[in-house]
Every structure is written in C-alpha cells, then in structure tokens.
C-alpha cells in the first residue's frame, strides 16, 4: 500500500496548551476515513496542519511526499470547519469560481447534484439555510477529482433525508485511489462508510484501526464504541 500522509511527531500547540502530540500515523491511498473524537480533540488543527493553513510546533507531514504547500494543495480538496467562500456569491458565480481555479472540477457532475437538491444557481449563498449552504460546499468540494479530500464536519446541517443522499453521491464519486478523512459527530449516519477510524483523545491517537476490526474486537458500533471511551 502506498501511503499517502505520513505524521512523524506531529505536536500543535496553541500557547501553553497542546491541541496535537507527538500524532504519527501512516495513511494509505484509497480509503474512507473517519476522524473522530470529543469537541477540542484536535480534528480540526489536524487538517489545518495536512493542509498547510497551520505550521506543526514540531514533528513533520508528508503529503504525497512533500510537506504541506502550493504542490500538495492540488491534490487536497478541503472542506473546513467555517466557510471561505464570498457568501454573496451566487450559486453560479461560485461553479465558475471552481472550474477557473481547479482544473480537476467537474462542474456537469456539480449542476447534476445541485439539481437533485433542488439548489437553484442564481441563488446567493447568503440566501440559504444553514443546511442548504452545507450542501452547496460540500457540492462544490466533492466534484473535484482529488487524490485527497479533507471534509471537516461535512454534514452536521443537513437533514437526514438529503445526508443519505449526500452519502450515497460522495461514495459515488469517490475514485478507489483516492483517499478520504470525514471528521463528524454523527458517528451512526455515516460509520457504514468508513474503511478505517483513527480516535483522537486530547490530542493524541487513540485508536487507527479497521472498522471492522474494531467492531469485532468491542463487539460493538463505532458509535457506541465512542459513547464508551468518551463517556463525560
Ligand atoms: N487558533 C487557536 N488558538 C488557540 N487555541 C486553539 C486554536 N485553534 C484550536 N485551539 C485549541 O486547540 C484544541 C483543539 O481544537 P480543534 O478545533 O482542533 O478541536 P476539534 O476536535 O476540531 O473540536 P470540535 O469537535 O469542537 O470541532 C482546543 O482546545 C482548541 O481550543
């Protein structure tokens, strides 16, 4: 297996207080992978670091082989936490946004999903519900051909009924060398995707494993797995 992102030591902190430590993990390509752990766990920090928003205190990221940077950006499509993009933006403006600035965007397969959701394209995103703008970005990340994708908290908006959709269009789209990190909360709607979990506890790895493996070995779901560990 080749691997794709390799942590060595990697240590984040924020003043006095460690958001990551000492993390090392060998993540191979053509995976799903759910990133997952208690509010402030460092999931978040974690993909500003793979991508290169944030620099590691110490320690070391390989994207590809290369450290985070202009090259490993062209290969990662990232959903973060907050949004990014112009929310006076229109639908439309933001597909033409995406085809000018990633040449690996498939805007017909974006318009197919948009109009599935019933996502009109001279709507401004500022116009959406909370839910609706969720969709729309996930959208946008998803149509791209991307060796990596980072989705930071990808549907924690969105209803049930279009999350299975979402879920079912993401996996649809997703190529079986790519590779994939999800971080969510909804451990239950999305866990039958997951090939593999890595469990972050206060910064540190928990558990990387198989989720197949770690069910077996609890004799339990991931989602009930996690209630256990994390227990308040
Ligand atoms: N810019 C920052 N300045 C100071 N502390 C920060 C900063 N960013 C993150 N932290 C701290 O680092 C820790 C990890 O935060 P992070 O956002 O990575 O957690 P998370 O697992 O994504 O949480 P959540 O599930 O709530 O989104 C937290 O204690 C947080 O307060």
New binding site residues.
Partial sequence: MTALIELKNLTKT??R?A?LSQVSLTIPEGKIIGLL??????????FKLMNGLLRPTSGEILINGLAPGMESKKIISYLP?RTYLNEWMKIRDLLAFFRDFYPDFDEVKAKEILKVLSLEENHPLKTLSKGNKEKVQLILVMSRKSKLYLLD?PIGGVDPAARDFILKTILGNYMEDSTMII?T?LIHDIEQIFDDVIL?KE?EVYAYDRVDHLREENEKSIDALFREVFKC
């Avoid at 752990?37 to 974690?46: A, I, R, V, Y």
């Fill in positions: 924020f003043g207080k958001a752990g208690p509010n402030g766990s460092g999931k978040s920090t974690l936490e908290e971080s909360h972050l910064g």
